[in-house]
T-cell receptor
């Protein structure tokens, strides 16, 4: 079975500072990996995705993520945070062998200080 | 990506009643999914709804409580039956994208049961 862990429940970052959100997954083979963002009262928006190939993935809104097979990680980064980045971020794992269903991590809430 | 709408966006219901949530997509999709997000929690998959077949429910979810219809490739409904306050959650539908496991989410339906 696949599983996802997001070790940080809350992160507070100053506007303009860099941001890194951690994601660790468990799966027997190489999974498909995703990051979603949920702003207050909104649905989930897909930030970026990894299927194969280049392990550094660029997404929308200036986000990037790096897949590290040796560490079973897929951490999300942004070099300079904007106040509008305050939201809940979810890492998810899927696999064709699992019927393409997604398993989500517990989420990390990001607060941005002015 | 597909444009997904859900109705209603929110509702307050009395215990013992049922609510049907609609999910409409602007293009034909094979795979649709229904998730529950309890307050302050991550997303949990309720069921996968593929057109032309019965919905497949995840462990802990049963058809009598969460009946699902999928009459065509652009529409699905989820009914929350005989509601109790524990059913108070955000219910989200998602659709499969062009790549395996890729999913796009609707805006969600916020349900409060009193």
């Amino acid at each position: 079975a696949q599983s996802v862990t997001q070790p940080d429940i809350h992160i507070t970052v100053s506007e303009g500072a860099s941001l890194e959100l951690r994601c660790n997954y468990s799966y027997g083979a190489t999974p498909y990996l995703f990051w979603y963002v949920q702003s207050p009262g909104q649905g989930l928006q897909l930030l970026l995705k990894y299927f194969s190939g280049d392990t550094l993935v660029q997404g929308i809104k200036g986000f990037e993520a790096e897949f590290k097979r040796s560490q079973s990680s897929f951490n999300l980064r942004k070099p300079s945070v904007h106040w509008s980045d305050a939201a809940e971020y979810f890492c998810a794992v899927g696999a064709r062998a699992a019927g393409n269903k997604l398993t989500f991590g517990g989420g990390t809430r990001v607060l941005v200080k002015p | 990506s597909a444009v997904i709408s859900q109705k209603p966006s929110r509702d307050i219901c009395q215990r013992g009643t049922s609510l049907t949530i609609q999910c409409q997509v602007d293009s034909q999709v094979t795979m649709m999914f229904w998730y529950r997000q309890q307050p302050g929690q991550s997303l949990t998959l309720i069921a996968t709804a593929n057109q032309g077949s019965e919905a497949t429910y995840e462990s802990g979810f049963v058809i009598d409580k969460f009946p699902i219809s999928r009459p065509n490739l652009t529409f699905s409904t989820l009914t929350v039956s005989n509601m109790s306050p524990e059913d108070s959650s955000i219910y989200l539908c998602s659709v499969g994208g062009q790549r395996d496991s890729e999913q796009y989410f609707g805006p969600g339906t916020r349900l409060t049961v009193t």
